[in-house]
């Protein structure tokens, strides 16, 4: 039983925190998109995120808005001319060459454009999974909307993140702190029963 309750800490903060995520979604989801669900968003940012800190953290958000401009160019470069082999858009593959391109150039300035490439690389990822969710960047109100949603609930991801590794630390900290306390019990009582067994 007691390896059970030891096992279950991580599961019992993850699930209760997910669990609220999914309030706050209900809540929220309906208002930007009808019958839309933004859950996989914050899951997918809790994931990449987990075991950060709040400064990794806040970097790779920094990097989302410009993955977002790097996916519209991608997007709109893709329809300037109509050219394509064996139904592949040639405007397409140039798109997608000359930004990932740039991406990955600007990231041997490690110090700055390094340290946001997740984040970058997440929001091209998070703005082209918007066009399945009728949040494709056709017009500038749509734009803000999904660029929106993605920091939104990039937000919620890495604060689910934070909380779950900050709170599994602190039980795991005072668990630690009543076993160690136990043990040094155990141990004054065995010492206290061995002076008593020499007296005698």
Request: net charge positive.
């Given at each position: 039983?007691?390896?059970?309750?030891?096992?279950?800490?991580?599961?019992?903060?993850?699930?209760?925190?997910?669990?609220?995520?999914?309030?706050?979604?209900?809540?929220?989801?309906?208002?930007?998109?009808?019958?839309?669900?933004?859950?996989?968003?914050?899951?997918?940012?809790?994931?990449?995120?987990?075991?950060?800190?709040?400064?990794?953290?806040?970097?790779?958000?920094?990097?989302?808005?410009?993955?977002?401009?790097?996916?519209?160019?991608?997007?709109?470069?893709?329809?300037?001319?109509?050219?394509?082999?064996?139904?592949i858009?040639?405007?397409?593959?140039?798109?997608?060459?000359?930004?990932?391109?740039?991406?990955?150039?600007?990231?041997?300035?490690?110090?700055?454009?390094?340290?946001?490439?997740?984040?970058?690389?997440?929001?091209?990822?998070?703005?082209?999974?918007?066009?399945?969710?009728?949040?494709?960047?056709?017009?500038?109100?749509?734009?803000?909307?999904?660029?929106?949603t993605?920091?939104?609930?990039?937000?919620?991801?890495?604060?689910?993140?934070?909380?779950?590794?900050?709170?599994?630390?602190?039980w795991?900290r005072?668990?630690?702190?009543?076993?160690?306390?136990?043990?040094?019990?155990?141990?004054?009582?065995?010492?206290?029963?061995?002076?008593?067994?020499?007296?005698?």
């Amino acid at each position: 039983m007691k390896k059970f309750f030891e096992y279950s800490k991580l599961p019992i903060i993850v699930g209760i925190t997910a669990a609220i995520l999914y309030c706050i979604d209900s809540l929220i989801a309906p208002s930007i998109s009808f019958g839309a669900s933004f859950m996989w968003i914050a899951f997918l940012a809790w994931t990449l995120t987990s075991g950060l800190k709040l400064k990794e953290m806040f970097i790779i958000w920094l990097g989302l808005p410009i993955g977002f401009v790097f996916a519209v160019f991608m997007i709109y470069f893709s329809q300037t001319f109509e050219l394509s082999l064996l139904n592949i858009s040639i405007a397409g593959v140039i798109g997608t060459l000359i930004a990932n391109f740039i991406m990955m150039y600007f990231s041997n300035l490690k110090d700055v454009w390094g340290k946001l490439l997740s984040g970058i690389f997440l929001g091209v990822a998070l703005s082209f999974s918007g066009i399945g969710i009728s949040l494709s960047p056709n017009t500038i109100e749509n734009s803000f909307i999904l660029l929106g949603t993605i920091l939104l609930y990039c937000t919620f991801g890495m604060l689910c993140a934070f909380i779950t590794s900050y709170l599994h630390s602190i039980w795991k900290r005072n668990s630690d702190l009543f076993n160690n306390n136990s043990i040094i019990k155990d141990n004054k009582s065995k010492q206290h029963e061995n002076s008593n067994n020499k007296i005698k």
